[in-house]
């Protein structure tokens, strides 16, 4: 089993940042592939990010392209997503995801793990 906590959800106006971190716990070392996904009242699970165990493989939804980071730390088992220049459409709660496979996968269904999801209200 591996466990998911993710954190740093909040309030922000638009334009400004944050930095959500995810910290994985339990088998983690059989896990390859981290995703990051949102979801706002009334919408399906949407894809935002998903990021290789080395950090290297990344794929980001086209909204999110050039405001949102995602990158690793293993040494912490802790995967991070940076946005920045946020927007009040990317109001959501925020999951992080890990796949034991080794392919990135932008579909929620092919995530193994999920964590219980973090808050982020961007005020116009």
């Known amino acids: 089993q591996v466990q998911l906590v993710e954190s740093g959800g909040g309030l922000v106006q638009a334009g400004g940042s944050l930095r959500l971190s995810c910290a994985a716990s339990?088998?983690?070392?059989?896990?390859?592939?981290m995703g990051w996904f949102r979801q706002a009242p009334g919408k399906e699970r949407e894809f935002v990010a998903t990021i290789s165990r080395n950090g290297i493989g990344k794929t980001y939804a086209n909204p999110v392209k050039g405001r949102f980071t995602t990158s690793t730390d293993n040494a912490k088992n802790t995967v991070y997503l940076q946005m920045n220049n946020l927007k009040p459409e990317d109001s959501a709660i925020y999951y992080c995801?890990?796949?034991?496979?080794?392919?990135?996968?932008?579909?929620?269904?092919?995530?193994?793990?999920w964590g219980q999801g973090t808050q982020v209200t961007v005020s116009s």
């Open positions: 339990g088998r983690t070392f059989s896990v390859s592939v």
């Open positions: 995801a890990a796949r034991l496979s080794a392919q990135l996968a932008s579909t929620p269904q092919l995530y193994d793990y």
